[in-house]
C-alpha cells in the first residue's frame, strides 16, 4: 500500500496508516472543487472523496489535512480530516482539493517546494499550506495561474 501526501498544516513528515476502513457518505462540500477541477482537466474524476476523523490518525500525523491514498496502483481515495477542513478557508480547501486530485487523478507524485523571486510557491504542490500572507500576496491575485499550471505540465519539469 502506497500513501502519497498531501498537505500538511505543521512541520510535519510523516505518513500515516489507515487503520481502520469506513464508508462515510461522500460530502457537498467538495463538489464545487471537483467540478471546477474536471472543468479545467477536462475529464471526470474517479477518486471518492471522504471525510475522516481526526481520530483515524496517528499521533504523529496531527495537523496532516488530506490524502491521496492508491492501494496496488488501482484503487484510489482521498481523505480529507473533518476537523482541519472544518478551520480552513475557502482558498486553502480549493487548494487542498486541487492538490490531493492532482496526485490521485494527474499522478503528480512529488511535491514541489521551490519559490519564485517573490517568494510564492510555483506550485500549490507545496508541502505545507499557504500561509494567510501567501494566501493573500501569492494565491489570490495569481489563482488561475495555480489551478492551471497542474494541468500544464509546470510542476513536472520544475
Ligand atoms: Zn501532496
Known amino acids: 500500500m502506497k500513501i502519497y501526501f498531501i498537505i500538511l498544516l505543521l512541520s510535519l513528515t510523516s ?14 462540500e467538495f463538489i464545487p472543487f471537483v467540478n471546477d477541477f474536471e472543468r479545467r482537466w477536462g475529464h471526470k474524476i474517479t ?8 481520530s483515524k490518525l496517528n499521533k504523529n500525523d496531527k495537523g496532516v489535512v488530506g490524502a491521496c491514498i492508491e492501494f496496488l496502483g488501482i484503487i484510489k481515495e482521498i481523505q480529507i480530516v473533518k476537523e482541519e477542513w472544518d478551520k480552513l478557508p475557502y482558498d486553502t480547501r480549493e487548494i487542498v482539493i ?14 514541489i517546494d521551490d519559490r519564485k523571486k517573490s517568494g510564492c510557491p510555483v506550485s500549490i504542490m507545496t508541502t505545507y499550506l499557504m500561509n494567510p500572507w501567501e494566501l493573500i500576496y501569492c494565491y489570490e491575485p495569481n489563482r488561475e495561474y495555480y489551478l ?7 510542476v513536472q519539469w520544475l
Open 15 to 28: 505518513c500515516y496508516t489507515v487503520h481502520k476502513w469506513f464508508a462515510p457518505a461522500p460530502s457537498n
Open 47 to 54: 477518486t471518492p472523496i471522504y471525510f475522516i476523523n481526526q
Open 98 to 111: 486541487f492538490h490531493e486530485l492532482s496526485h490521485c487523478e494527474l499522478r503528480i507524485w512529488n511535491h
Open 148 to 154: 492551471n499550471e497542474i494541468f500544464n505540465g509546470v
